[in-house]
């Protein structure tokens, strides 16, 4: 694509402009080829035409998007310019507050003028071991890459800081070293870094000043190689200086000063120690005010002395030397206040007896006389003679300074010298990094010799500079397989020529100083003559003879030549030089000894490395006559070998650039002034970098990051699985011009503009795109606008459709029907109207109708009345001819009748005489009769039902008859009672009469005491009334002082409750505050004891060297072991012996085999002792138990007891006897002469063999005893003969008893077979025995079959009952069954991997529980088995006897052919005191096995938890039971040196340290739990309380416990830091957990680390399985919970601060999407903590910072109301860090706005008042003090099983 396309409407442009530099532009129509104007407007809104050049066409520099304003790196920029360059550093300079800016591989710094808090310790940290590119440009960066190349690629680095006096580049070397300082650290214990650090305060004093451009301005140019070992460590540094200032010694000009050191003398003067110098103030001396200005705002000189003269001490410069110095700084300052007299022109002198005189000659102890006579004479030396003439003053004066400032000048040569000295180290150094901190291009009004040869230098280092960066890019281009074009870049070899070639400018000053009488001017015609004319570089001025132009690389200088002989000459007078030689102060003939080797201030040997010299970096040759020679040499000369000298150095080592820019003029605090910057990036070639950048191939990108940045511009189809292939297609088609870009290996490069172009398309992509969304989306809004619209159009058009509706009902009603319309209409109109109308259309209606029914009514009225009439007509008509006919027809009927009547009564007279008429009228009577006869029986009814209810009331009657019966026989009585009361109440009336009376004299009593008592009453109100009122005022004053009371008292209480509050807040502050310091001091204290351990083995290593061949150890000890074992079993008293032994090639070989032997059979003999002790303590409870039995058979029980105390004599005896053997034959394998220890017929090898011969003998003897006394123990029996029956069944009522103890049926099942194996004899009982013994034994086996057969019977009950058992458990199997199909038919329901996730959780669960249940049962089946054992040894026992009671009655042959079965004595359960004995000897041994060579991982796995610390509490306890202070004391203290060993030895194993801080919190639990302490006490069970320690108080041990338990947790941070410490970065914040919400933007030359996931690239499940790992190893090491909690909280902190501190460092991840992104990762991790129930562990809240801070990146930041909102959220974050993040806030499209500098100003306006700490990052180091809060265990002690895994069978429990 063609640039001139770009030039479109609204594209925007920098045009030129004179104030600002550059302006930026909009274009108002697009450009076509040929137009000679542009249609502009500024950004203020004006218009413009821009002319275009005629000639050049040149078209002006297109801007960068917005996106890509304020980029850590310029070139990643689109459009590489100037303009580019200067808007981006100031937009990050001005809007950012960021000082630092990548330019390729330059680091661009801009002064600030204001203390920055970006260079403290925590940043240090967070930079190291980061890649450049992927945290934000700082001078720690570069550091950091210059470090990390030094160690990769082997090979010496430079760091060259250079930019303009004030731009800040002493303080970036000084960051530099500081960086290097602290990384690396020091290879010896000499400090070396603080030494390097400590040299900057001194070359500050001696070489720095004040200037207008700059408070602390190093006047000299320094390179500092800082020397590294090996292990790059620090181990020395080396110093070189170039071209001090010695001008400014003498002369300073206004507002500037001197020196430093000279003003902090001064501030000093009134120490007692620097009285002899007679110093003042530094107005009092001339060399000090000549500038005016003496003192530096804000700067203490006495306070900076401290500074110096402490650094001078570090350094190791003695004080007798530091006064020397002052000594000599104080002389040249009274130097300086000498004054001459003129006597005439050619000649003066200095007064008699002048004090600053005598005072310089009596600190420089050299003669008044002879210093005053060659300060005012000279010597001229001639070929002939030599002779003595006076000098004017002006010359005294010019001598006097010269001599002054070679005095400094050799002085400050001197410190440098000896500074060297004290970096030096004797260590070889393997590689160094370089800092040269010197002067950037100078320009000023008038330029003399000193800015000569600092452009000189620049022009060096610039074309370095340029080479390095042309290297650079070609290599980079040969490393992607680009064909390499030669690119032009400007080369200043031509400016370098000219100054430093033969004729050039040096060559001809040179060359002038050596003319006897050579001058400025001559030398200056001699330069026009030479190179006037023929060199394009050089000029001559037009109004000056006296000055010459040099074009350097940056800009033109106009040299002035006066004063460039004299300064190239550097002339001091030798007689005043000799002078100071013959001094009699030893320090000050040293200054000038330039071919010897000054004395060391620190007295130190030579080291044999010869520093180098302060002007030439050549050392010295020391050949005769060099002196001289070299005393001939020029400033100039000088200067240039020391030049090439450095660019050999710096060319032979991987140079960094650091470009430091000054903003201002002013020093005003981020004040940005663009043509200063702009003379100052063309100066120190920043431009020139993005010139060479912009004229290849500038944008580069990694196929992956293009791919992931223009995925927008590819179709479907064009996405390959090669993403290579993808890229180049994609490219094909978007760029034509194939010449715009080329495909590298790795990367894809494109020209200046062509990403910008790609950015367009992407943008224009993203914009139709946004069009397409925003279609939609307005669509979607439009059609739920519409939808609303259409409901509310609809309700509209409802009312509406009803008015017209009613209108046209009430056209319709004016057509049709008027009433209709007329109703409808008036319920739209008004009310009123409405009614009207209503009442007119009802009129209407009322007429109209009226009017219809009318006519109807008329209609039908006459129709009505005409039928009436009809009617009436007719009826009358009707009733006339009715009337006559009816009247006619009667008459005719009564006719008839009459006749007819007539007639009948003829008829009847005849019937009434005949019989039938009398059967008619008895057929009526019939009926009347049955209706009569019903009539009765109904009557009857009625009958019967009043008979019964007479009947009831009869009863009623005769009921209530008898009641007024008993009524009146009561009223009688009554009445009988009445007449005795009458007589009762006339004897009550007489007594009433005798009351009435005495009433009557009662009640004149009564009134006469009632006056009485009314006139005491009313003396009593009186009284009372005032009473009252005293009361009332009383009481009023009571109230008063109660409420007073109350008051003060509730003030008190809220006083005392505030104070108490904020009393127990502070304490708690404190407390937490002591605790965190004294967990801090503990581990500086175990830092110290770990140094301490580590130079005690290095000493112990240096003195005892140690001879080839390996160490012997016990035979216990693993033949693999590591020297750590060997060096901690020291103390062991078994190994001492064997540690002394000769080297293995010595050894005679040993015979594994046979030693192995002899080792298991001894261990045979301990187990044969061992049971032989079980069946003496199995006696012993014997006896006991039988005490009982011995007063019924004394004589039998008494030959028991002879027989028990024999035999147990006889075991003492033979323990005795072992353990004297047991004592030789450890002695035998202890002896010196290891070699010949198991060889035949060694001494310990015969000690063997014969224990073996006499332990087998002794076997044999105690066979034949035990048959002895069983046939002794028969006869016993035989002979006596009880008559009781239950006499004579003892044994076998022993028998039943043990069998009755029988609980198990396979015991009894055992036990009834070895009864029957017993009996398997078939000879009659009665015949073989006849006192029938045997008889009675088988009837006590009868019973005892009995026995068993119910026992059996019992069993099978229970047997049944398993069995039911079972049958639940199928039962339960089967529900169980109908659910896991339940559940899989569930799962099938589910999708595929929801299913394979569903079946898998299900499937770990089962298996968790089937585990746990197999390890329950396992416990059981173990318990089972050991209880198994021991009853069938019981059995087996008892079996026994029943053999030997029936060998009495087998004769002697078949005892001999019987064969002898071995009897097992077994011993009684004990009841264990949960005790753990051992022995003092075996204590190491227990350590070792315990402690040192445990592996964590079994025993968490297979044990109890804190099985170690039990069983070490146990021996404890022990301990103490034996009242043994001494083993108590040696176990403890062997416990814990143990754990410290194990913790140094893996220390960084996080299993280990987990496991043993568990273990120690669990011991020092214990210790707490069992010491008796009422506190401790209170959930022990009374078994526990048993079980406390009696006689010691463990509480001292119980705090060293404490401290080491926080030693370990300090030690478990630190390596679950070191482990996450990788990943949270990667995980949090770079990895992509939400794919394609983060964008990539275009990088530059510093590369970021991709956040696209690599294979090894840690992400965010990489943290949290991490984290489960470590939940996971905690909880199955037993550790406490409240501990786990504290340890979470600790990991949640360490992620937080490390990921909030990268956040804060870089600027390309403040931005919406990445917010996003923290906020997700952070809710992965709460979701961790709630699936582990520790969201009440305080872990979330150590999150809160950080999730503010990506809260802070989401939020709306424009008005007010936000900047509100924000200060209220952030409240966890410091006012820096918000204000950090704000500027730091960076769009990553084009649709997101920064953030405004107002709106940060109305951040910082509204946080001013909050007290917080300036500190930006957080302490990502800080450990939180832990507590151990008390846990006890309720695990019995009696209970604890000892593993045979651990190797402590030489322990047993108690």
């Not at 340029?466 to 690119?487: A, G």
């Not at 009458?982 to 007594?991: A, D, F």
């Not at 108590?1528 to 030895?1545: E, F, P, Q």
Request: charged share 30%; net charge positive; proline share 3%.
């Amino acid at each position: 694509m063609a640039a001139s396309e770009l030039y479109t409407k609204f594209a925007r442009v920098w045009i030129p402009d004179p104030e600002e530099v550059w302006k930026s532009a909009e274009l108002l129509k697009d450009y076509k080829p040929g137009d000679k104007v542009l249609l502009l407007q500024l950004e203020e809104g004006k218009d413009l035409e821009y002319r275009l050049d005629p000639k050049t066409k040149e078209l002006p520099h297109l801007r960068n998007p917005d996106i890509l304003v304020g980029e850590n790196d310029l070139t990643a920029l689109s459009y590489l310019h100037e303009p580019a360059v200067l808007h981006n550093l100031r937009v990050r300079f001005i809007d950012s507050k960021l000082i630092y800016t990548y330019c390729g591989i330059v680091l661009v710094a801009i002064n600030p003028y204001e203390q920055l808090p970006i260079y403290g310790e925590d940043i240090i940290n967070a930079y190291s071991g980061q890649n450049m590119g992927d945290m934000d440009p700082h001078i720690f960066a570069v550091a950091e890459e210059a470090y990390k190349q030094m160690a990769r690629d082997e090979r010496n680095q430079s760091i060259i800081v250079s930019g303009e006096s004030g731009a800040g580049k002493t303080v970036s070397a000084k960051y530099a070293m500081r960086y290097f300082a602290t990384v690396s650290g020091s290879a010896s214990e000499a400090n070396v870094e603080e030494k390097v650090l400590a040299s900057n305060p001194i070359m500050e004093s001696i070489g720095n000043a004040k200037t207008t451009r700059n408070d602390n301005s190093s006047r000299f140019g320094k390179y500092i190689e800082i020397g590294f070992d090996k292990r790059y460590r620090i181990i020395g540094a080396n110093m070189r200086t170039y071209l001090l200032e010695k001008s400014r010694v003498v002369f300073q000009a206004e507002e500037e000063r001197n020196y430093h050191i000279f003003y902090q003398l001064c501030a000093s003067a009134k120490l007692p120690e620097f009285k002899m110098l007679r110093l003042g103030n530094a107005n009092h001396f001339h060399y000090t005010k000549q500038g005016g200005s003496p003192v530096i705002e804000g700067v203490d000189d006495a306070k900076e002395m401290a500074h110096t003269r402490q650094a001078c001490t570090l350094l190791g410069i003695s004080e007798s030397y530091q006064m020397g110095i002052f000594r000599i700084l104080a002389g040249i300052l009274h130097l300086g206040n000498v004054g001459f007299t003129s006597r005439d022109s050619d000649s003066c002198t200095i007064p008699p007896k002048h004090e600053p005189l005598s005072i310089f000659c009596d600190l420089m102890g050299v003669d008044y006389e002879e210093m005053c006579h060659w300060l005012c004479h000279r010597k001229l030396a001639t070929a002939t003679e030599t002779y003595i003439k006076p000098i004017s003053k002006l010359q005294a004066t010019n001598a006097r300074d010269a001599l002054s400032k070679h005095i400094y000048a050799k002085l400050f040569n001197w410190i440098v010298d000896h500074v060297n000295q004290a970096l030096h180290s004797a260590v070889k150094q393997h590689s160094f990094i370089g800092v040269l901190d010197i002067y950037g291009f100078e320009t000023f009004e008038i330029n003399s010799f000193e800015q000569f040869c600092i452009n000189y230098a620049n022009e060096k280092l610039q074309q370095q500079f340029n080479m390095h960066v042309f290297k650079l890019e070609q290599e980079e281009y040969m490393k992607e397989q680009i064909p390499w074009t030669l690119i032009d870049f400007y080369d200043n070899q031509p400016c370098i020529n000219l100054i430093e070639s033969k004729l050039g400018i040096l060559d001809l000053l040179d060359e002038e100083c050596k003319m006897p009488k050579g001058t400025d001017d001559t030398w200056a015609q001699k330069l026009y003559n030479t190179h006037l004319n023929k060199c394009a570089l050089f000029e001559k001025p037009r109004l000056s003879n006296k000055a010459f132009i040099i074009q350097h690389f940056a800009d033109k200088v106009e040299y002035q030549c006066e004063g460039f002989l004299e300064k190239n000459k550097d002339t001091v007078f030798e007689e005043q030089i000799k002078v100071l030689k013959s001094s009699k102060f030893k320090m000050l003939p040293e200054l000038f000894q330039d071919d010897e080797k000054a004395i060391s201030p620190t007295s130190a040997t030579s080291s044999g490395r010869t520093p180098l010299t302060r002007l030439s970096a050549k050392p010295t040759k020391g050949r005769p006559g060099q002196t001289a020679k070299e005393h001939k040499k020029t400033v100039g000369h000088q200067f240039r070998n020391s030049l090439h000298l450095l660019m050999e150095t710096l060319n032979a080592t991987t140079p960094h650039y650091v470009r430091c820019i000054k903003p201002n003029d002013f020093k005003f605090p981020f004040t940005f002034d663009e043509k200063r910057a702009v003379q100052q990036l063309r100066a120190c070639g920043v431009l020139e970098t993005i010139r060479i950048s912009a004229a290849g191939f500038p944008s580069r990108w990694t196929y992956q990051e293009f791919f992931s940045r223009y995925r927008v511009l590819m179709k479907q189809k064009d996405v390959l699985s090669d993403r290579k292939q993808t890229c180049k297609n994609v490219l094909e088609k978007l760029i034509l011009d194939k010449d715009k870009y080329q495909f590298g290996k790795t990367k894809i490069f494109f020209r200046a503009g062509q990403v910008a172009y790609l950015e367009k398309l992407r943008a224009d992509k993203l914009r139709a795109a946004c069009i397409r969304i925003q279609k939609t989306i307005r669509g979607w809004l439009l059609r739920k606008k519409y939808l609303r619209m259409r409901k509310a159009a609809i309700t509209v058009q409802r009312y509406v459709r009803g008015y017209q509706a009613r209108c046209y009902a009430k056209f319709l009603r004016r057509t049709k029907a008027a009433t209709v319309i007329q109703k409808y209409w008036r319920m739209y109109v008004a009310h009123r109207k409405y009614k009207i109308t209503r009442a007119a259309t009802i009129v209407l209606q009322s007429y109209l109708r009226g009017y219809l029914a009318r006519n109807r009514y008329r209609k039908i009225l006459r129709e009505h009345k005409a039928v009436i009439i009809q009617k009436w007509v007719r009826g009358w008509l009707a009733r006339t001819y009715y009337k006559k006919t009816m009247h006619a027809i009667i008459y005719l009927q009564c006719c008839f009748r009459r006749m007819m009547a007539k007639r009948e009564l003829k008829k009847l007279k005849i019937e009434a005489r005949s019989v039938e008429r009398y059967k008619k009228l008895h057929i009526g009577m019939e009926n009347k009769i049955m209706q009569l006869q019903r009539k009765v029986d109904e009557q009857n009814k009625d009958y019967k039902c009043l008979m019964e209810k007479l009947t009831n009331l009869e009863g009623t009657y005769n009921s209530e008859t008898e009641k007024l019966r008993s009524d009146l026989e009561r009223l009688q009585l009554s009445e009988e009672e009445a007449k005795i009361a009458t007589g009762r109440v006339l004897s009550l009336q007489e007594e009433i009469a005798k009351l009435r009376k005495d009433l009557e004299q009662t009640r004149s009593e009564k009134k006469s005491i009632e006056e009485r008592a009314d006139k005491y009453k009313q003396e009593t109100e009186q009284l009372v009334s005032v009473l009252k009122e005293e009361n009332t005022l009383l009481k009023q004053e009571k109230e008063a002082l109660n409420h007073l009371i109350v008051e003060q008292a509730k003030e008190m209480t809220e006083t005392m409750e505030k104070k108490l509050v904020e009393e127990t807040k502070q304490l708690e502050l404190d407390l937490n505050d002591e605790r965190l310091r004294y967990q801090n001091l503990l581990n500086e204290f175990s830092r110290l004891e770990e140094r301490y351990d580590d130079l005690k083995e290095e000493m112990a290593l240096m003195v005892n060297v140690p001879k080839p061949g390996h160490k012997r150890t016990d035979s216990t000890h693993s033949s693999n072991e590591s020297e750590y074992t060997f060096s901690s079993e020291i103390a062991e008293t078994e190994d001492i012996p064997l540690r002394t032994e000769e080297p293995s090639e010595k050894k005679v070989p040993l015979d594994m085999s046979l030693f192995l032997k002899l080792q298991k059979r001894v261990t045979e003999l301990e187990q044969e002792k061992q049971m032989m002790q079980d069946e003496l303590d199995r006696k012993e409870e014997q006896v006991l138990r039988s005490k009982a039995k011995e007063e019924e058979r004394p004589q039998i029980r008494g030959a028991e007891l002879e027989y028990e105390s024999l035999k147990r004599q006889e075991l003492e005896s033979e323990n005795k006897k072992l353990k004297n053997e047991l004592n030789e034959l450890r002695k035998a394998l202890s002896e010196k002469s290891a070699p010949e220890v198991t060889a035949p017929g060694a001494p310990a090898y015969r000690v063997l063999m014969e224990q073996l011969t006499s332990v087998s003998e002794e076997l044999d003897v105690r066979k034949e005893e035990v048959l002895i006394l069983r046939s002794q123990l028969v006869s016993q029996k035989e002979a006596i003969q009880p008559k009781d029956d239950k006499n004579t069944m003892t044994d076998s009522t022993i028998l039943l008893e043990d069998v009755q103890k029988m609980k198990d049926k396979g015991e009894i099942a055992q036990a009834y077979i070895g009864l029957k194996e017993t009996n398997r004899s078939s000879v009659d009982f009665h015949e073989l025995n006849e006192d029938g013994e045997l008889w009675l034994v088988n009837e006590g086996l009868k019973q005892t079959n009995r026995l068993l057969e119910s026992q059996l019977q019992s069993q099978k009950r229970s047997h049944e009952n398993e069995a039911e058992a079972l049958r639940g458990e199928i039962q339960s199997l089967k529900e169980e069954n109908n659910r896991q199909q339940q559940l899989l038919a569930q799962n099938l329901q589910l999708p595929p991997e929801a299913r394979i996730e569903a079946s898998l959780q299900h499937e770990i669960t089962r298996l968790t529980n089937e585990n746990l249940d197999l390890m329950e049962q396992l416990e059981k089946q173990d318990k089972t088995v050991r209880k198994l054992k021991k009853q069938l040894k019981v059995f087996a026992k008892k079996i026994g006897e029943l053999e030997v009671g029936q060998m009495e009655t087998i004769s002697p042959g078949q005892i001999i052919d019987e064969p002898i079965r071995p009897v097992n004595i077994p011993r009684k359960e004990k009841d264990f005191q949960g005790m753990l004995e051992y022995k003092k000897e075996d204590e190491q041994k227990l350590v070792k096995n315990l402690i040192l060579e445990l592996k964590p991982r079994g025993v968490a796995v297979n044990l109890i938890p804190g099985l170690p610390a039990y069983i070490l509490f146990m021996c404890v306890r022990h301990a103490d039971y034996l009242n043994d202070d001494q083993k108590v004391r040696s176990l403890l203290t062997s416990t814990i040196n143990s754990i410290k060993k194990v913790l140094k030895k893996r220390g960084d194993d996080f299993e280990t340290v987990s496991f043993w801080l568990s273990n120690t919190c669990r011991f020092l639990h214990c210790l707490k739990q069992y010491s008796g302490e009422e506190g401790f006490m209170k959930h022990n069970t009374s078994r526990q309380n048993e079980h406390c320690l009696t006689n010691f108080d463990l509480a001292e041990y119980r705090q060293v416990l404490s401290d080491l338990a926080i030693q370990i947790y300090q030690q478990l941070v630190r390596v679950l830091e070191n482990i996450l410490q990788p990943m949270i970065v990667s995980g949090m914040l770079e990895h992509e957990t939400i794919q394609g919400v983060s964008g990539v933007k275009p990088t530059g030359l510093r590369k970021r680390t991709s956040s696209i996931a690599d294979e090894g690239t840690y992400t965010l499940d990489s943290i949290l399985r991490q984290l489960n790992s470590f939940h996971s190893v905690m909880c199955q090491h037993g550790m406490d919970p409240e501990l786990i909690k504290q340890v979470v909280k600790q990991m949640f902190y360490i992620v937080g601060a490390i990921t909030l501190n990268n956040l804060l460092l870089r600027k390309d991840m403040c931005s919406w999407s990445k917010g996003m992104q923290i906020r997700y990762n952070v809710s992965q991790l709460e979701e961790w903590l709630r699936d582990k129930n520790l969201m009440n562990s305080g872990a979330k809240e150590t999150l809160e910072p950080l999730i503010q801070a990506a809260q802070l990146l989401q939020v709306k930041k424009k008005t007010d109301d936000d900047a509100e909102a924000i200060c209220s959220m952030c409240n966890a974050l410091t006012t820096a860090q918000i204000v950090k993040v704000l500027n730091l806030y960076t769009p990553v499209n084009e649709f997101e706005e920064r953030v405004s500098v107002s709106f940060i100003r109305t951040i910082q306006m509204r946080l001013r008042d909050r007290k917080d700490s300036p500190q930006l990052l957080m302490d990502a180091k800080h450990i939180f003090p832990v507590t151990f809060p008390f846990n006890p265990s309720s695990l019995a002690l009696e209970t604890i099983q000892i593993p045979a895994s651990l190797g402590l069978g030489f322990i047993s429990r108690v």
